[in-house]
């Protein structure tokens, strides 16, 4: 019975809740690393299936991996809600679609990127149990590439300067004695076409309607 007395003392024992009043604060800074898997989604064109591309059989995004990092400001709405906003974002992209041809050779098309990507977002928190809190966070951001495409040919599939996404994801807070550490998983999806149209038409455009880029990352935070 004393055993179990002590043991249940133990577990009611008081937890020291780290950063309090860092969490109160208006204004608050972090940078974040991110690491993402990355593709293309891609709707057909009328003219896929007309005599015009009778030597392509199909147009197949291929899945690539990248890296990201960036620079963050999180504006304190109340002890739930808070703007979070990316003011530098640089991510680097490798693209590859694969269009199969009816002589059997796959063509592939690589695509080198390296973008900025500004953004701004809500994040909603979980009430802070101990040291620990869930959110969930949505926004829009924008990418802009920078400098000049790196296409396997310049006669190939070209994709536009700018993409406009909107975002949404989940994660967690773990609040530590010099610093808070967030990771968290979110997914974008693009808007707009970013399939640049040339003139005129080749095979690498002429059967794509829409291409929008799918994005899943995996983020590691850190704040004051």
Known sequence: MLLAGHWALAQKAPVTQFRIEQDRKPLKY???????????????SAAFETPALDDLLAINPRQNVGFNLGFMLNFR?????????IPVKIALYQNEVD?????????????????????IFM????????????YVIGG???????????ETDTGGL??????????IGIGLEKYFKFFKWSPEIRYSRGLINVA?????????????????????????????
């Open 30 to 44: 972090g940078f974040f690393l991110g690491f993402h898997q990355n593709s293309y989604g891609v709707k057909h």
């Open 140 to 150: 829009v951001s924008a990418s802009m590439r920078s400098g000049k495409p790196k």
């Open 99 to 119: 269009y199969h041809l009816a002589t059997g050779e796959i063509d592939t098309q690589l695509i080198e990127t390296t973008r900025i990507e500004p953004g």
């Open 196 to 224: 640049e149209a040339q003139n005129p038409q080749t095979i690498y455009t002429l059967g794509i309607d829409r291409l929008v880029t799918h994005t899943f990352t995996f983020y590691l935070h850190f704040s004051d």
């Open 158 to 167: 070209l994709i536009k300067k700018l993409d406009v996404r909107a975002e």
């Open 77 to 85: 709405v109340n002890d739930q809600f808070s703007w979070r906003v």
């Open 123 to 134: 994040k909603y928190r979980s009430i802070r149990r101990a040291n620990s809190r869930m």
